[in-house]
């Protein structure tokens, strides 16, 4: 392998890092810096802190999180899949049905145990 095969592959990842990089150090230099008490202020809420920041959350709230990622991607999963049924043929759908099955167990396993419910 030489360097010639590799060239298109590090042309690319300097661009790409230089898109993304340049506008935030352009930002920094030519930006205003004009500080005072309110942008220095830890709070931009509108009212003053209670309690202690580093408050613990309550387990569902992770679990919800978590559960609302799975049936996120399952969607994206679908209309890709959905669009090229004709495509994939009867093993496709065979397979696409599989994978709602299983997570519609899981779902209806998390219904059960009373991870959906919020109190």
């Given at each position: 392998?030489?360097?010639?095969?590799?060239?298109?592959?590090?042309?690319?990842?300097?661009?790409?890092?230089?898109?993304?990089v340049?506008?935030?150090?352009?930002?920094?230099i030519?930006?205003?810096?004009?500080?005072?008490?309110?942008?220095n202020?830890?709070?931009?809420c509108?009212?003053?802190?209670?309690?202690?920041?580093?408050?613990?959350?309550?387990?569902?709230?992770?679990?919800?999180?978590?559960?609302f990622?799975?049936?996120?991607?399952?969607?994206?999963?679908?209309?890709p899949?959905?669009?090229?049924?004709?495509?994939?043929?009867?093993?496709?759908?065979f397979?696409?049905?599989e994978?709602?099955?299983i997570?519609?167990?899981?779902?209806?396993?998390?219904w059960?145990?009373?991870?959906?419910?919020w109190?």
């Amino acid at each position: 392998m030489t360097i010639e095969q590799y060239l298109p592959v590090l042309l690319f990842l300097l661009i790409g890092i230089s898109v993304g990089v340049m506008p935030q150090v352009i930002g920094y230099i030519l930006g205003p810096n004009r500080p005072d008490a309110a942008k220095n202020s830890p709070y931009e809420c509108g009212f003053e802190a209670f309690g202690d920041a580093r408050m613990k959350f309550d387990v569902r709230y992770y679990l919800i999180a978590i559960l609302f990622i799975l049936f996120d991607l399952e969607t994206a999963l679908l209309f890709p899949w959905a669009a090229t049924l004709k495509e994939l043929g009867l093993l496709g759908f065979f397979i696409g049905l599989e994978i709602v099955t299983i997570l519609t167990i899981g779902f209806v396993y998390m219904w059960i145990k009373g991870a959906l419910d919020w109190e």
